[in-house]
């Protein structure tokens, strides 16, 4: 063959031509002896078997390339040509011929500079056809080269500009020169694969036209290599992006490039999938150790891993940056600054970021050799740019780390020494703020980042949970350590089946674990992570995909991860972290208060008693029954620390802890409030435990229906004989859920009430109610509100002028035993009888609308104890009325319209008329007057 000539037989794929490739005078047989032939310079035999080779059927490009070039050796140039021609119309990217042309014309036809521009990327010799071709003719050319726009430009000088209809996209103005320079001309980030750019010189768009969409987009490379035998691979490598582009693969050991080899695609411009990708067979070098394919253009391994490699005691710490400057910039300082406890280094992958302060930031840590940095030529996304990582280094371990996570000093270190606590360890993950399964404070939920202190609970989970670990379902991805010999062993992960991300990192761990590796979390290592927080639509779309393939994959996986919530075993490692942070906060927390949450007096009573403790320098802690899917849990909060959402244990199997845990927080002494929710038998448990005081809020000490209301809606009179109020309560409800005879439940809570060193009413009058249960009890009356002293001046927030509606206000929350049907039943009456009252209710009810539809009641809705002034200065009310019906141990709302001088009127029951006969302010009704007598006695009122 002639000195220089660009093609060989190994240049030209083989051919399937059906049976007759089969038989010595096949495709390849006869492409082979036309090989010999110029090689024995015998160029007659090899233009004869030309002939015949250009004329089997069906008729192909390979063929006619091979054949013209039998007649450029004979020196028969028009033959060539023809040969030539035909073999481009059949296949327009046909390489060897667009280069055998050269041999065959002094000006390149367009059909040859068609195949050379696209084959420009991949092949070095194909450019410097061009080049040449540039500076023999002058006219530029331009093609795309790792998803930029270059140009050929000729001598001379130039504007050189990338456009898109009416925007210029890049532009470079050249110096005259006497040379071809090529001019990269980058696309902007966001619009790659999107538009279809065209090259103008000197304001004149070039011939070529412009570029297709699909040439600029970020490269989708998929692959299928199969080991025929140890030294022969099968490869199949395509762009999904840019299915009919060649693909340049490189054959490597470890960091040593031995090959570089083409992935040409079907001359079919139609095929889209691997399976219709020519196979390149690929040869490996008998001394090759560790043989790896990877994309040239991208860097990505295709293929298996190579087996694990010795193991230099380095971890690589791949991060994936794109966007946020500010969490990437947060997460390199605290990544570089802070001893991670074991060597490392740290690989960041520029996976094409739209700000180019990130690229700059990356840049300098690159320049001061802080980072190794890879830069990727579009937006590979997440699962490409970890795969380019991870396949850096053949022997280390891997930690993939999110660009908005915050690691602390140690971290790695521990990480690695859970990795190696046992051989068949595949990955671990760590604790966060936002994990999903991992994540603390919350339990399977997100905390935003700016809400948690990422290094005091690194190290309290370091010093809690020293060397613990628990099994995982999955690794979480936003900090996933690898072990190097779980991913030789498992393969990358799955860059076409979750290239978008979500789903990458649980498909890798199931696939692992088929193979044996157990996934670990780490509990004493705690990283931060800014994460999604809310789930924008198509990024819903996306988690959603990837759950179907992974249910399709793995049947049944979905169940298991809900088990594993379900179970829960990162229960008890998350309370032993909430303990350490009481404890770490180094306050007095003496007093355990036991009540459940129930709003109202209750709750706002609880309060002033948590203030008043704290400022005699003794802090509380309160223990709620709860009930969570038909059971009864016990939860203990931190009224000053509310994140603190973990210390809830399982009263059946956890007291011993819980009693151990209150023993740590150093609780001397219990206040007892209410027994709602707790179950019966844990009352005497629970006070046993502690000296207690108690306390009195309502009658669900010796009601189970706490009110003292019956059916008829109304305070029930108190029955002398149990049997009627278990009557009642079995016709209309057990509302403390307590389940027993009311009989047993009074003999019950009078032998704990009698213990207490004090029993707390907030007026005589419950102290009396409660005595006649439990004579025993060491009573005492303690309001719940300092007394007001002196007692406001009577009076109405607004005058009342003749012929005006009464105001009334009605305070508070307005349920059944508040008077809500007393209140109806009046504005009804008032409607009716056409009567000039109007009712305020300050606050809001059981049933808002149908006091409204009236016509007589004003509803304001929820307000702050803080806001009643001005409320009462906007709804100038006259007088006062508070419905309820039954006998109220204090009434907060009485308070309030007390402390603004009004007039009130209630029914003669309970603590609100004990308040008001204090007073010597007020009127009182007899509890069965009915709403024509009482709304006659408030016309009187506000006379």
Not at 162 to 189: F, K, N
Not at 824 to 835: H, I
Request: glycine share 8%; charged share 20%.
């Amino acid at each position: 063959m002639p000195s220089g000539w660009p093609l060989s037989p190994g240049d030209v794929p083989p051919t399937d031509g059906g049976a007759s490739a089969l038989s010595s005078t096949g495709r390849p047989a006869i492409r082979a002896r036309i090989f010999k032939a110029i090689a024995d310079q015998d160029f007659d035999l090899a233009t004869v078997l030309a002939q015949y080779l250009s004329r089997l059927e069906p008729i192909q490009a390979d063929d006619l390339t091979v054949a013209a070039v039998a007649w450029i050796c004979r020196g028969d140039t028009g033959v060539a040509r023809q040969l030539l021609d035909r073999a481009l119309d059949l296949d327009p990217h046909q390489k060897m011929a667009a280069m055998a042309m050269a041999r065959v014309t002094g000006c390149l036809p367009d059909s040859a500079l068609v195949a050379l521009r696209w084959h420009a990327e991949t092949d070095p010799e194909a450019v410097k056809m061009l080049v040449s071709h540039v500076a023999a003719t002058g006219a530029p050319q331009a093609f795309v080269a790792a998803r930029d726009v270059r140009c050929l430009v000729p001598p001379g000088a130039w504007h050189v500009d990338l456009r898109w209809r009416h925007l210029t996209l890049a532009e470079v103005r050249l110096e005259p020169s006497d040379q071809v320079r090529q001019v990269i001309l980058p696309c902007p980030g966001p619009l790659r694969g999107i538009i279809d750019p065209t090259v103008h010189l000197d304001g004149a768009a070039l011939a070529q036209g412009a570029f297709p969409a699909a040439l600029l987009a970020a490269p989708r490379l998929t692959a299928s290599v199969q080991a025929i035998s140890p030294r022969l691979w099968h490869v199949q490598a395509m762009d999904l992006a840019a299915p009919s582009r060649p693909v340049a693969v490189q054959l490597r050991d470890g960091g040593q490039v031995l090959g570089r080899h083409i992935c040409v695609p079907a001359a079919d411009q139609n095929a889209t999938g691997l399976e219709s990708s020519p196979v390149l067979s690929i040869e490996i070098p008998a001394d090759t150790t560790h043989p790896a394919l990877h994309a040239e253009l991208t860097g990505e391994p295709l293929g298996p891993p190579p087996p694990a490699g010795p193991d230099d005691g380095i971890v690589d710490v791949i991060v994936p940056v794109h966007g946020d400057l500010d969490a990437t910039r947060a997460c390199f300082t605290a990544l570089l600054s802070l001893d991670p406890g074991t060597p490392m280094r740290v690989i960041a992958i520029d996976d094409s970021a739209p700000d180019p302060r990130i690229s700059a930031l990356l840049n300098d840590l690159a320049h001061q050799r802080r980072i190794a940095l890879i830069r990727n030529p579009g937006n590979l996304g997440f699962v490409r740019s970890v795969n380019i990582g991870m396949a850096a280094h053949h022997g280390r371990d891997v930690v993939l780390l999110n660009a908005d996570t915050l690691v602390a000093a140690g971290w790695l270190a521990r990480l690695r020494q859970a990795a190696g606590a046992a051989a068949d360890i595949g990955t671990i993950t760590p604790w966060s703020n936002d994990a999903t399964i991992c994540s603390y404070p919350a339990a399977n939920r997100p905390t935003p980042l700016s809400g948690v202190d990422v290094a005091m609970l690194d190290r309290l989970a370091a010093a809690t949970l020293s060397r613990q670990s628990i099994p995982l379902p999955t690794a979480i991805g936003f900090c996933m350590y690898i072990r190097r010999a779980c991913l030789a062993q498992t393969g990358w992960f799955d860059a076409d089946a979750f290239g978008t991300g979500y789903g990458e990192e649980n498909d890798f761990c199931l696939r692992a674990t088929a193979r044996g590796w157990r996934h670990q979390m780490a509990m004493d290592v705690y990283v931060g992570h800014v994460g999604g927080g809310s789930f924008g639509a198509a990024k819903q779309a996306r988690i959603a995909s990837a759950l179907r393939v992974l249910e399709h994959r793995y049947p049944g996986y979905g169940q298991d991860i809900q088990a594993f919530i379900a179970a829960d075993p990162l229960k008890p490692a998350r309370r032993m972290l909430d303990i350490a942070q009481v404890r770490q906060a180094g306050i007095r927390r003496p007093l355990l208060i036991l009540c459940a949450a129930l709003g109202g007096g209750t709750d706002r009573f609880i309060r002033t008693q948590i203030d008043q403790n704290r400022r005699s320098g003794r802090d509380a802690l309160i223990l709620r029954p709860e009930q969570q899917d038909g059971r009864i849990t016990l939860r203990l909060e931190v009224p000053d620390r509310p994140a603190l959402a973990n210390l809830v244990y399982d009263p059946q199997t956890e007291l011993p802890q819980l009693r151990s845990d209150l023993n740590q927080l150093g609780v001397t002494e219990l206040a007892l409030h209410h027994a709602m929710h707790l179950p019966p038998a844990l009352l005497p448990v629970l006070t046993a435990w502690f000296p207690f005081r108690a306390y009195v809020h309502d009658y669900g000490w010796i009601c189970p229906r706490y009110t003292l209301i019956d059916g008829s809606g109304r305070y029930c009179g108190e029955p002398e004989h149990a049997s009627i109020c278990d009557r009642c309560v079995a016709d209309h409800g057990d509302l403390m859920g307590l389940g027993m005879p009311v009989a047993d439940w009074r003999d019950l809570t009078r032998t704990v009430l009698t213990s207490a060193q004090s029993v707390s009413c907030s007026s005589g009058d419950s102290v009396t109610r409660m005595r006649r249960y439990m004579p025993e009890a060491r009573f005492q009356v303690q309001p719940a509100e300092p007394t007001l002293s002196p007692a406001p001046v009577l009076r109405s927030v607004a005058p009342r002028r003749p012929s005006q509606s009464l105001r009334i206000v009605v305070p508070g929350a307005i349920g059944q035993s508040k008077g809500y049907d007393v209140l109806l039943a009046c504005a009804r009456d008032a409607a009716q009888r056409g009567l000039p009252l109007t009712f305020l209710l300050l606050g809001y009810s059981m049933d808002d609308d149908a006091l409204l539809a009236t016509g007589h009641v004003e509803v304001t809705g929820r307000y702050r104890e803080d806001e009643v002034p001005a409320l009462m200065a906007q709804l100038r009310p006259h007088i006062a009325f508070l419905p309820s019906v039954w006998p109220e141990t204090w009434c907060y709302a009485l308070t309030h319209v007390m402390s603004e001088g009004l007039f009130v009127v209630a029914f003669d029951l309970g603590a609100q008329a004990e308040r008001l006969r204090q007073r010597g302010h007020g009127m009182l009704l007899p509890l069965a007057a009915g709403a024509t007598a009482i709304n006659d006695a408030l016309l009187r009122a506000g006379d």
